[in-house]
């Protein structure tokens, strides 16, 4: 399975700069082939995880995730349209971190900044399939999503537990640190 898996995501790698997919076609108008401002509720999906990516769909799809738009839109998705959206995506080219934009004094070990890089990455690239690059994700749509998780629209136990916590002065350098400061990898 893990070849089969392998060969699919080279496959998609190799045809993804080529041509989006006929399933891809409507998602690109809001996700964008390729990052840039776009709506800033709309996150970017370009290099997203390609199991994080099919986690949300199926989350939107099955009602464990709420949404505006997403759960009516993947409500009708098959899985085998799950996963080529999500071979799809998480093939394109991604943001990096390419700095730290932190407040004078400060450095990325204080908290609660150190435990969101710990999970998504010092670069913005989270190391575990399941959990979210934020490396250039927008900024409004990164806030939007803290206050889901403290409001319950999105749930995952580590999440909830740190959006209620974040103070407004942690919030700015977290949203500092992960928009606005990536540098597009081609």
């Given amino acids: 399975m893990r070849r089969l898996l392998r060969f699919l995501i080279i496959a998609c790698c190799a045809s993804a ?6 399933v891809a076609q409507q998602c ?9 401002p ?24 099955y009602g464990r995730r709420r949404g505006d738009v997403m759960p009516a839109l993947s409500a009708s998705l ?15 080219p991604y943001c990096g971190v390419t700095q730290a934009p932190m407040e004078e ?3 990325y070990s204080a908290p609660p900044l150190v435990f969101c890089v710990r999970c998504h990455g010092r670069d913005g ?11 250039g994700q927008k900024r409004e749509y990164l806030r939007q999503q803290m206050r889901a998780f403290e409001a319950g629209g999105r749930y995952d136990p580590m999440m909830a537990a740190w959006a209620g916590m974040v103070t407004p002065k942690q919030e700015k350098q977290i949203l500092d640190y992960f928009s606005g400061s990536g540098a597009c990898s081609h």
């Fill in 38 to 61: 776009g709506n800033g509720r709309v996150p970017d999906l370009a290099g997203q995880g390609l199991y994080y990516l099919r986690k949300q769909l199926l989350d939107y799809k």
């Fill in 78 to 92: 098959t899985e085998q349209e799950i996963d080529q959206l999500a071979l799809y995506f998480s093939a394109l």
């Fill in 28 to 36: 690109v108008g809001c996700h964008e082939a390729s990052p840039g």
């Fill in 125 to 135: 690239r989270a190391p575990n399939a399941l959990w979210p690059s934020l490396a």
């Fill in 105 to 107: 004094g400060s450095d």
């Fill in 17 to 22: 700069q080529a041509a989006v997919p006929p």
